[in-house]
Antibody, heavy 120, light 108 residues
Framework: EVQLVQSGAEVKKPGESLKISCKGS????????IGWVRQMPGKGLEWMGI????????RYSPSFQGQVTISADKSISTAYLQWSSLKASDTAMYYC?????????????WGQGTLVTVSS | SYELTQPPSVSVSPGQTARITCSGD??????AYWYQQKPGQAPVLVIY???ERPSGIPERFSGSSSGTTVTLTISGVQAEDEADYYC???????????FGGGTKLTVL
């Protein structure tokens, strides 16, 4: 069974750093892209970027380029999303999801989400 | 930049047919996908490649495409179908994915 299990909720202060995780199981982790999606409170889904754990090829949405870093450790089947200096506007639910393939730009399995709250 | 446009809300009575549209210039060249998101839950894929239904998704969910508009149709709507629905596609390279703004389906 394919599963993506995300790390738990975080409460941080502005300016702090943060790294959240997404562990895949039940499939070949290195053979599928993993994506990250932001959902701000009461708002829609926003595509942040994707990483191919097999070779760490990473693509960012222009809206998030330079704002976050996506990485992966294939030895432990885990993808990461990190911030070096959080802002209050980073408060959101963050989902990881498995992308079906390079040609099919669709997420077939999703993690349960990680709620990030940034508040002074 | 590329955008996908959905109506903010659609309302139907139980047993009726709900149609949710999504418009975008690249839709004739790129597949569309639909996700259902219920409150407090992660999105679930309900339609892929414009009109294909993943296993486990009820037959009342269907998708169609015509020019720059794709449509998610839910026939015989049930109370449990009340949710937010998002269309998603990709840019011309197929790399960068984009979501529509979402449509709240209310079952009256």
């Amino acid at each position: 069974e394919v599963q993506l299990v995300q790390s738990g909720a975080e409460v941080k202060k502005p300016g702090e750093s943060l790294k959240i995780s997404c562990k895949g199981s039940g499939y070949s982790f290195t053979s599928y892209w993993i994506g990250w999606v932001r959902q701000m409170p009461g708002k829609g889904l926003e595509w942040m970027g994707i990483i191919y754990p097999g070779d760490s090829d990473t693509r960012y949405s222009p809206s998030f380029q330079g704002q976050v870093t996506i990485s992966a450790d294939k030895s432990i089947s885990t993808a990461y999303l990190q911030w070096s200096s959080l802002k209050a506007s980073d408060t959101a639910m963050y989902y990881c999801a498995r992308r079906v393939g390079t040609a099919m730009a669709v997420f077939d399995y999703w993690g349960q989400g990680t709620l990030v709250t940034v508040s002074s | 930049s590329y955008e996908l446009t959905q109506p903010p809300s659609v309302s139907v009575s139980p047993g009726q047919t709900a149609r949710i549209t999504c418009s975008g210039d690249a839709l004739p060249k790129q597949y569309a996908y639909w996700y259902q998101q219920k409150p407090g839950q992660a999105p679930v894929l309900v339609i892929y490649k414009d009109s294909e239904r993943p296993s486990g998704i009820p037959e009342r969910f269907s998708g169609s495409s015509s020019g720059t508009t794709v449509t998610l149709t839910i026939s015989g709507v049930q109370a449990e179908d009340e949710a937010d629905y998002y269309c998603q596609s990709a840019d011309s390279s197929g790399t960068y994915q984009i979501f529509g703004g979402g449509t709240k389906l209310t079952v009256l």
